[in-house]
């Protein structure tokens, strides 16, 4: 209620955050596939150890935006900076280094199909640790307890249900102990229940570890839950950047209209739950 | 105007499709070094190992076949006509020289296109599409030196061997011909193919190989890396991968061989 939230392409910082370095850094991204401009003039900071939740609907950009910070597309126009690395001039080297400080949950789960989960997990450690064999067995066991897995080990990914092969992808995902977490939409295609576990799990590593979390996500009752900040984004544009309680009181009809919308829908619980959270 | 254009255009799409294979060569070159089996844990030289079982071992009954027909073919054919001048003996130089030379390595790299240029494109065709491809940079992995290089290492090993082999079958049966045809056995038959061939003619059969086996590797797996539009681009990049090598290998043939005409008699 205090402060707006920022316009289309100057962000707005709040003052208690302007002493904080982002981690992420986005400013005036312009992306275009042939004539289409998917995102126009993005600006966006990310500070260390916030859960930043991009939302917006589809085709609205937003899967786009995470791909130019996870460094998997390179920025064009614009410049975008993750810890002080400028990813459209990093050298191959720079970027490999900066990856292994992340950590990518994919839509799709993106799990390699040809290895068993164990594998799919050890493999970042494998590749880039100098662990002994038995130690990464023992870690990665302790990575997908983490995630409330147990005995999938030797399974193949084909073999577990959507919401076991998402949560085993984000076991590996944070095998390397990231800093950042990048989330692509952890509940698209998931029932409403598995999804609200993903939730809570993302819950339980904010508040077990130090970790900047970027979930970008189209269900609102999700990303009013595990927020600290929301950035709103529509056709390319920001709409709107604040903490969930701005969020909700924007007064930008555009914003208001998407919190609307899915409130409006005839799941009862989730829209109370938004209004009393 | 028109043809102008869809020339230029043309020109244009071809020349970057030459720029991403030679960027693609290079990084695959670079990236080899990496396999090395002392290195490391050694995760790529397995990689390698199940590769080459892949590619070699499981192509080998059917190139068999198709090499030994292919001996056997020309035995018959150029029988045909040598009948007519009384100089059958010339069959054992002609099957031992074509096939070491040129046949040989051609049939080798055909069947391993049908079997594993396909393969390789589908496979990483469909890593792009359901996003593995990205999951393994995002893990700091780059793709052509996890995906692409054990397939170019095992594929650099494994068509020279399948081409002695894919040469050998041939000549052998050419042999069977010429026991029948010539009543040569097959001990005084492969004799006298050895005494004819020449070091030349083994080492441009091997370098041909080498060559082919860069080509199917690369043009596959860069199928598979630019594909787009889902499952279907899937079935698109596997046909265009099989198509491009074809004509790539054969292109390659020609020059090599013109190569070796001109500067190597």
Wanted: proline share 4%; net charge neutral.
């Amino acid at each position: 209620m205090t402060e707006s939230t920022g316009s289309t392409t100057e962000l707005h910082e709040r003052p208690r955050e302007a002493s904080r370095d982002p981690v992420i850094s986005v400013r005036d991204l312009k992306v275009r596939y042939g004539e289409r401009t998917v995102l126009d003039g993005v600006s966006l900071d990310i500070y260390r150890g916030e859960t930043m939740v991009i939302l917006g609907g589809s085709g609205s950009g937003k899967t786009t935006l995470l791909r130019h910070m996870e460094g998997l597309q390179r920025p064009t126009e614009g410049r975008v900076t993750v810890k002080g690395v400028d990813l459209a001039t990093a050298s191959r080297t720079t970027l490999t280094a900066l990856r292994r400080s992340m950590g990518v949950s994919f839509q799709s789960a993106a799990m390699f199909n040809s290895m068993t989960v164990g594998d799919n997990v050890a493999l970042p450690l494998l590749e880039h640790s100098s662990l002994a064999e038995s130690t990464i067995r023992v870690m990665v066991r302790i990575k997908l307890q983490q995630v409330g897995l147990t005995h999938v080990e030797d399974l193949y990914p084909t073999q577990l249900s959507g919401g076991m092969r998402k949560r085993a992808s984000l076991a590996r995902a944070l095998a390397l102990d990231p800093e950042i977490l990048f989330f692509d939409e952890p509940s698209a295609g998931l029932d409403p229940v598995i999804a609200a576990g993903l939730d809570d799990l993302i819950l339980h590593l904010k508040s077990a570890y130090p970790i900047t979390i970027v979930v970008v996500t189209h269900e609102l009752t999700s990303a009013f839950l595990i927020a600290d900040r929301m950035c709103m984004i529509n056709e390319g544009k920001i709409l709107a950047v604040g903490t969930v309680d701005e969020i909700r009181r924007n007064p930008d009809p555009r914003v208001q209209q998407f919190v609307r919308r899915e409130a409006d829908e005839p799941s009862e619980a989730s829209s109370s739950y938004i209004v009393g959270a | 105007m028109m043809l102008l254009e869809s020339v230029g255009r043309f020109s244009l799409r071809q020349a970057e499709y030459i720029g991403r294979l030679a960027i693609q060569f290079w990084y695959g070159l670079r990236f080899s070094v990496r396999a090395s089996p002392f290195k490391g844990r050694g995760l790529r030289w397995q990689r390698t190992l199940r590769q080459m079982g892949d590619i070699g071992v499981r192509s080998l009954p059917v190139l068999c076949l198709v090499a030994g027909a292919t001996g056997m073919i020309m035995a018959l054919q150029a029988g045909a006509e040598l009948r007519r001048f009384g100089a059958m003996e010339a069959i054992v130089t002609m099957v031992g020289t074509t096939m070491t030379r040129e046949l040989g390595p051609l049939m080798a790299a055909i069947v391993v296109i049908g079997r594993s240029g396909s393969a390789i494109s589908a496979e990483v065709a469909t890593m792009a599409v359901t996003e593995e491809l990205d999951a393994l940079r995002a893990m700091a992995l780059d793709p052509i030196d996890f995906v692409l290089v054990p397939k170019y290492l095992a594929m650099l090993v494994m068509l020279p061997c399948l081409t002695v082999m894919s040469v050998f079958s041939g000549i052998l049966a050419g042999g069977v011909f010429a026991y029948f045809a010539l009543d040569l056995t097959l001990l005084a038959y492969l004799s006298r193919t050895a005494e004819i061939l020449l070091m030349r003619d083994i080492v441009s059969g091997l370098v041909k190989a080498v060559i082919f086996g860069s080509i199917i590797v690369h043009v596959s797996c860069l199928e598979g890396f630019t594909v787009s539009g889902g499952p279907v681009g899937v079935g698109h990049s596997t046909t265009n991968a099989v198509v491009k090598s074809i004509f790539l290998v054969v292109l390659a043939d020609l020059l090599c061989t013109t190569f070796f005409y001109f500067f190597w008699r």
